[in-house]
Each structure stands twice: as C-alpha cells, then as structure tokens.
C-alpha cells in the first residue's frame, strides 16, 4: 500500500538563509513566486525573514493559498552550556509554528565551520563523551517542544556540523528516543556527506518523519572536497543543483517514502545562496514539474 507524498518548497529554494540579508529574496516576494510556482505548502525558514506576527503571517499565507509544514531554527546543544539560548530560539520558532497549524520544527545542529567564510570554528568531531550528552539534551528538546507546543522535533543532518555522514546519522538515531525524534531526510545533505538516503529509509522506516528533497551535482561536489572547500563555498560553486542533473535520484526516494506508514511532507530544497533574484522562480517551477512527473505526489 503507498501514500502520496505530500510536497511543498521553502525560502531556502529562494536563495533565503538567514532573517535579514540585502541579497536574498524579499519574504513578500518569495511567497507570491512559490505560489505562482504552483506549490501550496512551504516551510518557515530562517526565524524572522516571515513575519513573526502570528495573525499577520496567517492573512498573509491565507492571501496566496499556503499552508505551513514546519517550522525551521539551528541548536546547538552539542555544547554543555547551551540550554537556555538554544531554548530562546526554539521556543520562539515553535511557537509561531504551532499558530500557523503546523505539526513539526525541523531542527538543524549548529556548524563546526563557518557556513560563510569556511573557517574551521570547533572540532569536527564530537568525543565519545560528548555523544551521550548531545543525545540526552536533544531528547530534552524534543520532550519540552512536544508538551509546550504540541510539535515533533524533525533533526535535520547537515553538512559541516557533527552529524553529518551516514555513520554519525546512524549514531545520532541510536543514541536519541525514538519516541521523541524523529529524522528530517535531506537527501542533498546526505549525499553530499557520503551517505546513502535510500539506505536509510530501509534501515529506519519508523525514523523519517520529514524530508528535504534536494540533489548533488557529484562533479561539483569532487571539486569542492578536492579543493577543501566549506559548505557555504560549495554552495556557492553550484553544489546543490535542479533536479534531475544530480543525485540521489528522485523516482526511487519518492516510491520508498510512499512506501512508509505516514504521511510525510517532502519539501522541495535547492541551496543557492546567494542567487540572482530572476533565477528562484523557473527552478522552482521546472522542479515542481518534474517531481509531478515522477508521480506519488499530493
């Protein structure tokens, strides 16, 4: 028996990685493109590039036909003094999430590079003491956010932070309650971190609760490892690129997702900050597109 995937986009396919920068898209312009584009269900993003008034952003999404999935913010509880500032900006995300009717908050750890400069900021790797303690306060998180605000966490891997290969993902998904987290499958991350998206879907179907779709170009990707390059630079260097040109391929993520026993929203991704303000809208329309043509979508 399959399920439709439930599709949407996200700010980040406009080019938008943070609340306020002069070379992003402006929020009322990336909401009436991606409607234009023809999605009708997007993420967050960055926490205050929408609007933050719940009942503005509401009017707002009402206005063009779009319903909110998740909310998005980084923590950075790998480290053990980071409770309270980790909250501050969680709590604020998941707040005006759970008012937009949204069910989940698409949690991203925190980088050990710089995403703009690629300066080496931490050590890449956590210790095995550092694991455990990672593990209890993301549970933490998880547990607080549900009873507060009625959302699942969904953790996002990601590269240059310390869960990123296909090894720490697994590490991660062992050390974390499964009752309380839940994966965020962003087949662009894991690919580019060597991973296998398929694998993982296999391995721990009751672990994707959410998903990013994105792909690699695996050229680019070569060039970018060779040269040392950080994941902002990459980015940069056209790394993420329109589906179909990269991988993993599209056709058997989506039949393996249908395959699970929820519903899971797939939002469509494409890293490309900064961009040109023209260079969102026919990406997001192609892709959208060609998604529809792989069918198992809703």
């Given at each position: 028996m399959t399920k439709p995937v439930m599709i949407g986009s996200a700010p980040d396919s406009w080019g938008v990685w943070f609340s306020d920068d002069s070379q992003q898209t402006p929020w009322g312009?990336?909401?009436?493109?991606?409607?234009?584009?023809?999605?009708?269900?997007?993420?967050l993003?960055?926490?205050?590039?929408?609007?933050?008034?719940?009942?503005?952003?509401?009017?707002?999404?009402?206005?063009?036909?779009?319903?909110?999935?998740?909310?998005?913010?980084?923590?950075?509880?790998?480290?053990?003094?980071?409770?309270?500032?980790t909250w501050r900006d969680v709590s604020a995300a998941a707040s005006l999430t759970a008012a937009m009717g949204a069910e989940h908050l698409v949690v991203i750890p925190d980088f050990w590079r710089d995403p703009q400069t690629g300066a080496v900021i931490e050590d890449p790797q956590l210790t095995d003491e550092q694991w455990p303690a990672y593990a209890a306060r993301m549970n933490r998180l998880a547990r607080q956010v549900r009873e507060e605000f009625g959302l699942r966490i969904q953790f996002h891997p990601h590269a240059d932070t310390h869960v990123d290969t296909h090894a720490n993902v697994e590490r991660f998904l062992h050390a974390t309650d499964p009752d309380l987290v839940s994966l965020c499958l962003d087949t662009?991350?894991?690919?580019?971190?060597?991973?296998?998206?398929?694998?993982?879907?296999?391995?721990?179907?009751?672990?994707?609760?959410?998903?990013?779709?994105?792909q690699v170009d695996p050229a680019i990707?070569?060039?970018?490892?060779?040269?040392?390059?950080?994941?902002?630079?990459?980015?940069?260097?056209?790394?993420?690129?329109?589906?179909?040109?990269?991988?993993?391929?599209?056709?058997?993520i989506l039949d393996a997702l249908s395959k699970l026993d929820v519903e899971i929203f797939a939002i469509v991704e494409q890293d490309m900050y900064p961009c040109p303000p023209d260079q969102p809208l026919p990406i997001a329309t192609r892709t959208l597109a060609y998604l529809r043509s792989c069918g198992l979508l809703r």
């Open positions: 312009r990336f909401l009436d493109e991606v409607a234009a584009a023809g999605y009708t269900r997007i993420e993003g960055p926490y205050g590039y929408l609007p933050t008034d719940p009942v503005r952003l509401r009017d707002e999404l009402d206005q063009r036909g779009l319903a909110m999935t998740a909310g998005t913010i980084f923590e950075h509880l790998h480290r053990a003094d980071s409770w309270d500032t662009g991350h894991i690919a580019y971190c060597g991973g296998d998206s398929l694998k993982l879907i296999h391995d721990y179907p009751e672990r994707i609760g959410y998903v990013h779709l994105k990707l070569a060039k970018a490892q060779t040269e040392g390059a950080g994941f902002g630079e990459a980015v940069r260097m056209g790394v993420m690129c329109e589906p179909p040109n990269g991988i993993p391929e599209m056709p058997p």
